[in-house]
T-cell receptor, first 112, second 113 residues
Framework: EPEVTQTPSHQVTQMGQEVILRCVPI?????FYWYRQILGQKVEFLVS????????KSEIFDDQFSVERPDGSNFTLKIRSTKLEDSAMYFC??????????FGQGTRLTVV | AQTVTQSQPEMSVQEAETVTLSCTYD???????LFWYKQPPSRQMILVIR??????QNATENRFSVNFQKAAKSFSLKISDSQLGDAAMYFC??????????FGAGTILRVKS
């Protein structure tokens, strides 16, 4: 069964450092999403990406965040200068126009 | 904007008993999908069941079934014969074609042996 793959599974980083979270979507999926879940809280939408551009973003997705598809396959989320409050589980999800989103296993980001 | 509300932060059920988790949503659309996701301690998001809004028949998946009331914008999940492995956080979610999933706040389900 096709699946969305996220790497790394766990990332520990120093405050102020840049991190890149990676996602390999299901091959025929064209819509890509990043969600964030702070421990014990709800799943929050960050950004959606279609046709090589951001189609929607939330208030959380400020100038510290960026997304891209650098090689046409991977979909990445970059946080330029991490803060303690960026510690969370980050989920990548991908879909077609007519299916729901399929989630990756998540990347647990810990900022120390 | 669409919203999803789960009014039960936490629920408990005895093993082998039945429990119902509540979810309401707000939308002006007529064509959409609703989902229940399970999130165990591993924090993986596992799709439990999906319901297309145009279908009147309630979806079922083994011990999991939904009560979909479109006019009332209600979408509850019933878990029958509860098992210890059902203990998790459960999220209700709303989706329209080509748009993002909108999640509720979640309900923690505890299963007592």
């Amino acid at each position: 069964e096709p699946e969305v793959t996220q790497t790394p599974s766990h990332q520990v980083t120093q405050m102020g450092q840049e991190v890149i979270l990676r996602c390999v979507p299901i091959s025929n999926h064209l819509y890509f999403y990043w969600y964030r879940q702070i421990l014990g809280q709800k799943v929050e939408f960050l950004v959606s990406f279609y046709n090589n551009e951001i189609s929607e973003k939330s208030e959380i997705f400020d100038d510290q965040f960026s997304v891209e598809r650098p090689d046409g396959s991977n979909f990445t989320l970059k946080i330029r200068s991490t803060k303690l409050e960026d510690s969370a589980m980050y989920f990548c999800a991908t879909s077609t126009a007519s299916t729901e989103a399929f989630f990756g296993q998540g990347t647990r980001l810990t900022v120390v | 904007a669409q919203t999803v509300t789960q009014s039960q932060p936490e629920m408990s059920v005895q093993e082998a008993e039945t429990v119902t988790l509540s979810c309401t949503y707000d939308t002006s659309e007529s064509d959409y999908y609703l989902f229940w996701y399970k999130q165990p301690p591993s924090r993986q998001m596992i799709l439990v069941i999906r319901q297309e809004a145009y279908k009147q028949q309630n979806a079922t998946e083994n011990r999991f079934s939904v009560n979909f009331q479109k006019a009332a914008k209600s979408f509850s999940l019933k878990i029958s014969d509860s098992q210890l492995g059902d203990a998790a956080m459960y999220f209700c979610a709303y989706w329209e074609y080509g748009n993002k999933l909108v999640f509720g706040a979640g309900t923690i389900l505890r299963v007592k042996s």
